[in-house]
């Protein structure tokens, strides 16, 4: 599950990626704004990252948040869980996976445990259907972008 190729980019899977990522958006966009109605501004992980990486170099946020954080958290959650510790049993390791994931994100309520939960869910799901790494990889990096080029320079 490790050997990446462009043989993924099938229409099937270039609709995985595109369906994923609007899922994903809309759960952080939409997590965000109950968020922000309960009094509260950000995810305590968006808080996290934001301290860890206020001034840092531009290139270092987004190769870390936007490439290497959706790369190493697909293998360990989608191709780790799903397709290994888990293969006969698809849909526990799609449900582990998810639970883990959000867990992984520093929940403090369940909103926040939803909005990662939910996207881990999305990549979960997407990769099970195509059996390619790629496709989550690529959600996932979709998702991480743009927050990432907001915080690399100071976008709001």
Do not use: W
């Amino acid at each position: 599950f490790l050997t990446p190729s462009k043989d993924f980019l099938t229409k099937k899977n270039i609709i995985y990626i595109l369906v994923g990522t609007l899922i994903a958006r809309t759960v952080g966009i939409g997590g965000t704004l109950l968020l922000n109605a309960t009094g509260v501004t950000q995810t305590a992980n968006d808080e996290a990252i934001g301290q860890l990486f206020t001034g840092e170099n531009p290139l270092l946020i987004i190769l870390l948040i936007g490439i290497a954080a959706p790369i190493m958290e697909e293998i360990v959650f989608r191709g780790g869980i799903v397709g290994y510790l888990f293969k006969d049993l698809p849909v526990v390791g799609i449900i582990v996976s998810s639970v883990l994931f959000g867990l992984m994100h520093s929940p403090t309520n369940i909103i926040s445990f939803l909005i990662y939960g939910l996207i881990g869910l999305t990549c979960a799901i997407a990769y099970f259907k195509t059996r390619r790494l790629e496709v989550s990889i690529a959600i996932h990096f979709l998702n991480n972008i743009l927050p990432a080029l907001v915080l690399a320079f100071g976008i709001s």
